[in-house]
């Protein structure tokens, strides 16, 4: 299995404009997971779904973020219009729901906002 | 909801010495307790974790304790070595949340040779 797939590596954008950071869980997982990571404000959950319907919005910062997952294996991350203080990874991760709840993270995605 | 507070945030110790990172939690009905280990640069990747049904669970040089009654867990890495040099991460989650974890805010641990 190829894990959790992330893309792009990484993205740098200027300020106002859209940003889509998309992720493919592994292959059988039901719940995906977006995280944000900053040295100030360490790992923060932005959301997750279960079964494709999003359970838990309340991490997400504004109404600039927004995420979807139109399938069980893929789904996106989108900020418009972004600003410098969204400049951080984003993780993605998956896990097998109530079978076992360890997350598998993807490697990341660094944005940059200038 | 739930609330996980680590500490320390920082720790430094000298290959070989054993570490130790605490946490608490807020929620009784969380059940599930893991530790995350982040290398610089990479992902975080699961190490150890232990459920509310057990006491105390070993992995070779790594250990976690639960104390449900109050409410606070802790990793255990004995024989410290450089590549233990991380951020950990401690995170708890109950049942029903399907796996939802709230993290702390992670400890960075620098093992001096």
């Known amino acids: 299995d190829a894990g959790v797939i992330q893309s792009p590596r990484h993205e740098v954008t200027e300020m106002g404009q859209e940003v889509t950071l998309r992720c493919k869980p592994i292959?059988?997982?039901?719940?995906l997971f977006w995280y944000r990571q900053t040295m100030m404000r360490g790992l923060e959950l932005l959301i997750y779904f279960n079964n494709n319907v999003p359970i838990d919005d309340s991490g997400m910062p504004e109404d600039r973020f927004s995420a979807k997952m139109p399938n069980a294996s893929f789904s996106t991350l989108k900020i418009q219009p972004s600003e410098p203080r969204d400049s951080a990874v984003y993780f993605c991760?998956?896990?097998?729901?109530?079978?076992?709840?360890?997350?598998?993270f993807g490697p990341g995605t660094r944005l940059t906002v200038t | 909801g739930e609330n996980v507070e680590q500490h320390p945030s920082t720790l430094s110790v000298q290959e070989g010495d054993s570490a130790v990172i605490k946490c608490t939690y807020s929620?009784?009905?969380?059940?599930?307790f893991p530790w995350y280990k982040q290398e610089l640069g990479k992902r975080p990747q699961l190490i150890i974790d232990i459920r509310s049904n057990v006491g105390e669970k070993k992995d070779q040089r790594i250990a976690v304790t639960l104390n449900k009654t109050a409410k606070h867990f802790s990793l255990h890495i004995t024989e410290t070595q450089p590549e233990d040099s991380a951020v950990y991460f401690c995170a708890a989650s109950k049942r029903g949340s399907q796996g939802n974890l709230i993290f702390g805010k992670g400890t960075k641990l620098s093992v001096k040779p």
């Open positions: 991760a998956s896990s097998y729901g109530q079978i076992s709840y360890e997350q598998y």
């Open positions: 292959s059988g997982h039901n719940s």
């Open positions: 929620d009784s009905a969380s059940n599930y």
